[in-house]
């Protein structure tokens, strides 16, 4: 059976959220939410949905804005931003941050299903067109060398025992680049919570998965915690590690 595309939803307001994602289950797409700009980058940055249908007018980091970090930050995945300004300058002001369709709200929900597969059409054409762009997904934290895309660890030579769950926190953590990532963040992306949960699994696996990988410290690990706001990778995690990238 063929997996239907995933789809993000960014969009900071529940209602608008809910008629988007009705919409799209019933074109029979798969979905994952967004409620603001930092959680659809890490989202499409972990996830790598088929597209993005972003809202333009969030507080804090703006659609536009979002849309343009994904470039810089090389997510190429296609982007329909949903915005209620239909002037002239609005569109050209999202298609120059990097979004490939605009859709003024409100729209009919068949005119949004028809942008989204012409949309993911031609996707597919470019891709096939285009070559694959490899991209080296191996970090090392401390000692250990982990290799996201094969999920596999080792420590010294020997192979590390990390679950699937650790493996997730570890490419949300990675996908990030070292800016942090909330405990909200990562209980939505890796175990599919609401931000109001107050399950302190979180605490608990990144406590694991630190004691695996021989990372003792707080702040000074390569694990760090920010105080407050959540966690990040060191610095020291992102330059490839050529042998096992081969």
């Known amino acids: 059976m063929e997996v239907p595309p995933t789809i993000l939803i960014v969009d900071d307001e529940p209602l608008p959220r809910l008629l988007v994602r009705q919409t799209l289950l019933g074109?029979?797409?798969a979905v994952m939410e967004a409620t603001n700009g930092a959680?659809?980058?890490?989202?499409?940055?972990?996830?790598q949905p088929a597209l993005v249908l972003m809202d333009g007018s969030m507080?804090?980091?703006?659609?536009?804005?979002?849309v343009e970090q994904m470039r810089r930050d090389s997510l190429t995945m296609p982007v329909l931003l949903l915005t209620c300004y239909s002037d002239v300058e609005h569109r050209v002001r999202g298609l120059d941050a990097g979004a490939d369709d605009y859709l003024v709200k409100p729209f009919d929900a068949r005119e949004l299903i028809?942008?989204?597969?012409a949309?993911?059409?031609r996707a597919q054409v470019q891709a096939a067109i285009l070559p694959p762009k490899q991209e080296a997904r191996v970090i090392q934290l401390g000692q250990a060398v982990i290799?996201?895309?094969?999920?596999r660890a080792e420590m010294n030579g020997a192979l590390l025992a990390l679950t699937k769950t650790e493996f997730a926190i570890l490419e949300c953590l990675a996908s990030a680049q070292g800016r942090p990532v909330t405990r909200e963040?990562?209980?939505?992306?890796?175990?599919?919570?609401?931000?109001?949960?107050?399950?302190?699994?979180?605490e608990t696996h990144v406590w694991r998965l630190r004691k695996k990988i021989g990372d003792t410290g707080d702040t000074a690990g390569t694990v760090q915690s920010r105080s407050g706001i959540g966690y990040s990778l060191s610095a020291?995690?992102?330059?490839?590690?050529?042998a096992a990238a081969k």
Do not use: C, I
């Open 27 to 29: 074109g029979e797409f």
């Open 39 to 47: 959680e659809a980058l890490l989202l499409s940055m972990a996830h």
């Open 59 to 66: 507080p804090g980091l703006s659609g536009f804005e979002t």
């Open 114 to 117: 028809a942008r989204v597969r």
């Open 119 to 121: 949309l993911l059409r």
């Open 147 to 151: 290799d996201l895309e094969a999920k």
């Open 185 to 202: 963040q990562l209980l939505r992306a890796v175990w599919g919570y609401g931000a109001d949960s107050n399950t302190r699994t979180v």
């Open 236 to 242: 020291e995690a992102f330059p490839a590690v050529s």
